[in-house]
């Protein structure tokens, strides 16, 4: 490479370090049109683009990059981020799997990417959830949790699956994992409560629900399925 060009590009993305994308970008677009064939250039184009919330621009760059190098896992990444900023959570998860399949990338992950993709797996799997495909539901929860397996609210929707899915066991297993973790976690201790309750355990049930009154007495959903229950409890007398 022309050693102009290589400190033009060193420059630009020295400036993209400073917090001054708009004029790195400059130099970066100039690079990019006396080298078109450098994969590295559009990839740093891309992560410009992405800064600036132009998240079109920025994934017509990683696509750049990819067609010049297929095996580039790191374009593969931010195209995966970029698409999940932008809501397409299916390609953000598609493009995550086209650079596991290259190699495992768990040391490239930054704690913001796996965050990133940990939430393309949950919105894809609260959308399986909606339209009443619980395996595939439980499929992206899990892969979520294999990337971020603290996040407690992706472990509580994975719970409530299990619960839709009749696999009452594995619900009380993943909930009771929350409420460990976080005993005053309202909606996991709910859930924990209907697991329990549907699985025929209603004194289990009423008791989890009368502990979480406790400590949060006003929490009208609380009372409502305290009262449920209870109600049932007294048909069955």
């Known amino acids: 490479m022309d050693p102009e060009l290589t400190e033009k590009i060193k420059r630009g993305k020295a400036l993209f370090d400073q917090g001054r994308i708009h004029e790195g970008l400059d130099l970066l677009i100039d690079a990019s049109e006396q080298a078109p064939d450098y994969p590295d250039v559009h990839n740093q184009l891309g992560l410009m683009y992405s800064m600036l919330g132009s998240y ?49 990338v768990e040391g490239m992950l930054t704690k913001g990417m796996k965050a990133k993709l940990a939430n ?49 066991d594995e619900a009380i297993k993943e909930l009771e994992n929350v409420v460990g973790a976080n005993p005053q ?18 004194d289990t049930a009423n008791n989890i629900l009368q502990e979480t009154l406790t400590f949060a007495p006003d929490n009208e959903k609380v009372k409502a399925f305290l009262k449920l229950s209870e109600k049932d409890q007294t048909n069955e007398l």
């Open 56 to 104: 079109q621009m920025a994934v017509n760059s990683f696509k750049k990059a990819l067609d010049l190098n297929r095996n580039y896992i790191e374009a593969h990444l931010n195209l995966s981020i970029t698409y999940n900023e932008m809501g397409k959570y299916t390609d953000a998860v598609g493009e995550y799997e086209n650079a596991m399949k290259l190699e495992q």
């Open 120 to 168: 393309a797996h949950k919105e894809l799997g609260l959308t399986y959830l909606e339209i009443e495909e619980f395996k595939n539901a439980k499929r992206e929860f899990l892969r979520a949790l294999k990337i971020a397996p603290q996040y407690l609210d992706i472990r509580t929707l994975l719970g409530n699956t299990f619960i839709k899915m009749g696999e009452y």
């Open 185 to 202: 976690y309202i909606d996991a201790r709910i859930k924990l409560a209907v697991a329990h309750y549907k699985k025929g355990e209603k």
